[in-house]
């Protein structure tokens, strides 16, 4: 529909970042027909087309936009929490471009339709890539495994049953081994859930606040019989969070024995300790739960490392009614596709990570992962970016994210970085 | 100007100034917790409830000092005793006391607890005592009231009154709490009644074993402050204290217990065990008590052991304590308002 061309954009005097290349220097990137079709020092305000719009970037970070690799959204069926519309509004003002949906919803997306459904919302409110995984059990249930070729034909980029591991063994295992027909990417809750029925993690702070706790043993357990089944069956499998110091370094002797083994975190479990659930703050109450200091210490070393593979937000929206109850009756999980950039960006100005290792982590790797486009600037590749100042002060201000819901444990949280622009597939979908 | 009109015109005769000098006294709007009490404080509120004790042993057991004032006794989980007994305290120290009991059911109807706040703010409440099945719901609530709200237990979390009226027991009984070794023996993972009292005899200068099988016991609860015993037998040793709690039927069966039998053979208090203590130990139960399940009965009804019956006595007289003390402000602003009109 849209018949008027965009014009050329130029955004030039920038600080370019592509994790493909390991490129971190001076330049700009030139956008026409939605591509990127010259990326250097070359392109500047005296040879872009005199038809393009020029964005003066003054040495601020261009780099491939963020791939999120775990956003519920509520739709269908808690359009109340987060529409697709209203989640890809977040994700544009977040420096995001594709998000990689979870089939949480209601009904659940475990059917040809409903992928095909969510793969193909195009349209003027859809403002960034949209990416679905489909359930790895029908309804959830962690029972029957879904139809895995035809959902991956349908545009099913993963398979996982969200927030449920599949905890039966002999369920994985089959879903593991058909998937390997397909080279399929099951993506697993790692907690063992007759473990996890608690609200928090178990230790000194739950014990105070007379809290139901988990152990960090429950994550644990999950993952290394999980590890085995892979072994056993050579299916490709990918931990959505891991977040004890047990659990990576398990992960870390899978990894060296070459097994198809992938794991990712959230920023709240390296930004954040279980202290963050204070006097039962519930936005602070997340699946699973928030963990010692030792282990957000392990967390930011795995990373460092390398051993974890990509950042994500777990972006999980929920309505205040969720949230305002006691402690135990209220719902798991945080928004976070607006947080996503700046609390990572804490890795670099901690001095942990460069700033082409954060940006690595949250496009490249993802795209590696997902066999997704994006990831890189280069030309010819989509032209999905975000231009951000990387050491502006901004205080979290949750009454100010674009998202439905504002359940996010970072407000009023001090942090550097902030999303000047983002286009997706040479359309500007947000700007500062 | 008009505030010269002050406390000496007025006609209440009620004593607003605490007794025990400058600087004593309890200045938090509600009691919500034992955990962040000083030993000031406690002392202050256990000093309080003493003379109210003596007062509930007369005849005429009524004062007027909260006249025209409406406490609210809002149970969301059942209750007998602790409710009677907040009842009673309201009610000799002259106020209004309305019964609220609104089991999980009404809950399912569709209103909140916040809902519920909100409504019964509206009808301008003095005091709300709460109780609930969930921790951390009675703070919850107290965000939402103007009132002062007394935690009558949440969920596993705390009962401050009950620790308050078992640390009163206690000091009339033995004259102090300090240097005194407590065993608090059950299931203290599900027990609110523990954390509380843990929390008030460590704040005291109390030394607190708890005495319970693993499973029983909450993740790190040694960093509560208290030694860790799993032989019963081991853990009463040369106490002075011996404070049994009570076990929930629904956690007798299955996955922490094996069996009623198994515990009360382990963690049952009969003379056996009970003997390891000091020779005047005293034994003391929150009530209600199982007999056969975490006491033996001849050990429960031993009058010159047992401080049960006691314990009920100071529950009222803590509680009137709490209701005096949280309602101070609010009863001095009302002179000075009063005595200005």
């Known amino acids: ?432 | 100007m008009a505030l010269m009109a002050s406390t000496h015109g007025s006609p209440t005769p009620a004593p607003i100034s605490p007794p025990g000098g400058e600087g004593r006294g309890f200045f938090h709007k509600h009691l919500l917790g034992i955990e962040g009490l000083n030993p000031l404080e406690i002392g202050y509120l256990l000093d309080i409830a003493d003379s109210y004790v003596e007062q509930n042993r007369r005849a005429n057991k009524k004062k007027s000092l909260l006249k025209g004032m409406t406490l609210i006794n809002l149970f969301f989980e059942t209750s007998t005793r602790t409710r009677t007994s907040f009842e009673l305290a309201g009610k000799r120290l002259g106020c209004d006391v309305i019964n609220m009991q609104t089991d999980a059911s009404s809950i399912k109807k569709g209103e909140t607890l916040l809902d519920t706040a909100i409504t019964l703010n509206a009808m301008h409440p003095d005091i709300l005592v709460v109780r609930h099945s969930e921790s951390g719901a009675v703070k919850l609530l107290s965000e939402k009231v103007d009132g002062c709200v007394i935690n009558a237990g949440d969920g596993r979390h705390e009962h401050p009154t009950q620790a308050l009226l078992d640390a009163l027991t206690i000091r009339r009984r033995k004259g102090r709490i300090e240097g005194l070794t407590v065993a608090i023996c059950g299931d203290i993972l599900h027990s609110r009644v523990a954390r509380s009292n843990i929390h008030l005899l460590t704040t005291m200068g109390a030394r607190v074993r708890v005495v319970a099988p693993p499973t029983l016991l909450p993740a790190a609860v040694e960093r509560l402050g208290v030694e860790v015993f799993h032989d019963m037998r081991r853990g009463l040793e040369n106490c002075d204290i011996v404070m049994m709690l009570r076990l929930q039927q629904e956690r007798m069966r299955g996955s922490y217990l094996p069996s009623v039998r198994e515990f009360f053979h382990f963690y049952g208090l009969d003379h056996a065990k009970l003997s390891a203590a000091k020779p005047d130990a005293l034994i003391m139960h929150p009530g209600p008590m199982n007999r056969g399940v975490e006491i033996d009965t001849v050990v429960a009804d031993d009058i010159h052991r047992s401080a049960i019956q006691e314990q009920v006595e100071m529950g009222v007289a803590v509680r009137m304590a709490c209701l005096d003390v949280l309602t101070r402000k609010a009863r001095e602003t009302e002179l000075k308002n009063g005595g200005a009109a």
Not at chain 1, 56 to 76: H, M, N, T, Y
Request: hydrophobic share 45%; proline share 6%.
């Open chain 1, 1 to 432: 529909m849209s018949s008027v061309p965009a014009r050329p954009l130029a955004l030039i005097n920038a600080r370019l970042i592509d994790p493909t290349l390991g490129y971190d220097g001076p330049g700009g990137v030139l956008i026409a027909d939605g591509r990127m079709v010259a990326v250097g020092p070359q392109v500047t305000a005296a040879t872009a087309p005199a038809t393009a719009r020029i964005v003066e970037c003054a040495g601020k970070v261009v780099a491939p936009g963020l791939i999120d690799s775990r956003v519920f959204i509520g739709e269908p069926g808690f359009e109340h929490k987060e529409t697709l519309a209203s989640a890809s509004q977040a994700a544009a003002a977040g420096g995001v471009t594709t998000i990689v949906t979870m089939p949480n919803t209601k009904p659940a997306v475990d059917s040809v339709s409903l992928v095909e459904y969510i793969a193909r919302r195009r349209g003027d409110d859809i403002l960034v890539n949209v990416a679905p995984m489909a359930a790895a059990t029908k309804n959830l249930d962690g029972q029957e495994m879904t139809e895995i070729g035809l959902l991956s034909a349908a545009g099913a980029v993963a398979f996982t049953d969200g927030h449920n591991a599949v905890a039966n063994a002999n369920v994985l295992w089959k879903i593991l081994r058909y998937g390997r027909m397909f080279d399929a990417l099951v993506v697993q809750h790692a907690e063992e859930p007759s473990l996890s029925k608690g609200v928090m993690n178990a230790g000194e702070l739950a014990t105070r606040l007379g809290l139901s706790s988990n152990s960090p043993y429950a994550e644990l357990l999950q993952i290394e019989r999980d590890i085995r089944v892979v072994e056993a069956t050579g299916g490709r499998l990918h931990f959505a969070q891991v977040t004890t110091a047990k659990a990576l370094d398990v992960i870390r002797a899978a990894k060296a024995a070459g097994l198809p083994i992938t794991c990712g975190v959230t920023p709240p479990y390296f930004a954040l300790n279980e202290l963050a659930v204070g006097d039962y703050r519930t936005f602070a109450k997340l699946s699973p739960p928030l963990r010692a200091e030792q282990d957000r210490l392990a967390v930011v070393a795995a990373l460092q490392e390398g051993l974890i593979d990509v950042i994500a937000s777990g972006h999980d929206p929920q309505d205040p009614e969720s949230k305002r109850l006691p402690f135990a009756q209220a719902e798991f999980g945080a928004v976070g596709l607006e947080t996503l950039l700046p609390v990572s960006l804490e890795l670099y100005h901690n001095g942990h990570l460069s700033l082409l290792q954060v940006i690595d982590l949250l496009t490249r790797r993802p795209a590696h992962l997902f066999r997704l486009p994006g990831g890189r600037l280069a030309v010819d590749a989509p032209a999905d970016l975000v231009v951000f100042d990387v050491d502006v002060a901004v205080r979290i201000d949750a009454d100010k994210l674009k998202s439905k819901s504002k359940n996010t444990p970072f407000d009023g949280h001090p942090t550097q970085g902030q999303v000047m622009m983002t286009v997706v597939g040479g359309r500007v979908v947000y700007e500062a």
